[in-house]
T-cell receptor, first 115, second 112 residues
């Protein structure tokens, strides 16, 4: 099946710094990718829809200036958590759909810890 | 807005027992998807149901889509330790079918 690769798998950063997370579709092109956030033992909350070549669409309550999304190519979307604070610590996961496949393929996720 | 609810939140079973998780949507769904997330892992697509009343089987897993296309269930027969994980249902958002709303998930633990 299709593969979505996410990097890094975990990162620890200091409060106030920015962190970039990459999401790549390895064997298919994805004009749209999705970014989720997941707290321990909770569900996946959609943060934003990343659109290749255009602006991302953010869900209600998600600060677009804090969570910068760039989708510069058909195989790469990036999420940058700017000026990270401890409350931003979470598990961030991306997903993409492959044409003709009913379900979404998820990246391995990135566990962000802000200290 | 659209809500997708799932029960139970947790389920502990002995190996060999059956397991069922239920999913209910506040709105009619064009389809429903099921995912499994192993501890420390990422969600993996299991199946999609589209038709009213549809039933699909994958070995010991049986998936059902309600007649009104607002509820669904996943039943596992004779659980094994490899079934451990969190099972999520997800439905497409009304405003954009490609965006999914996930249920809260049911965390299954299986005691050997």
């Amino acid at each position: 099946g299709a593969v979505v690769s996410q990097h890094p798998s975990w990162v620890i950063c200091k409060s106030g710094t920015s962190v970039k997370i990459e999401c790549r579709s390895l064997d298919f092109q994805a004009t749209t990718m999705f970014w989720y956030r997941q707290f321990p033992k909770q569900s996946l909350m959609l943060m934003a829809t990343s659109n290749e070549g255009s602006k991302a669409t953010y869900e209600q309550g998600v600060e677009k200036d804090k969570f910068l999304i760039n989708h510069a190519s058909l195989t790469l979307s990036t999420l940058t958590v700017t000026s990270a604070h401890p409350e931003d610590s979470s598990f961030y996961i991306c997903s993409a759909r492959d044409w003709g496949h009913p379900g979404a393929f998820f990246g391995q996720g990135t566990r962000l810890t802000v200290v | 807005g659209q809500q997708v609810m799932q029960i139970p939140q947790y389920q502990h079973v002995q190996e060999g027992e059956d397991f069922t998780t239920y999913c209910n949507s506040s709105t009619t769904l064009s389809n429903i998807q099921w995912y499994k997330q192993r501890p420390g892992g990422h969600p993996v697509f299991l199946i999609q149901l589209v038709k009213s009343g549809e039933v699909k089987k994958q070995k010991r897993l049986t998936f059902q889509f309600g007649e009104a296309k607002k509820n669904s269930s996943l039943h596992i027969t004779a659980t094994q330790t490899t079934d451990v994980g969190t099972y999520f249902c997800a439905g497409p958002q009304e405003t954009s079918g490609s965006r999914l709303t996930f249920g809260e998930g049911t965390q299954l633990t299986v005691n050997p």
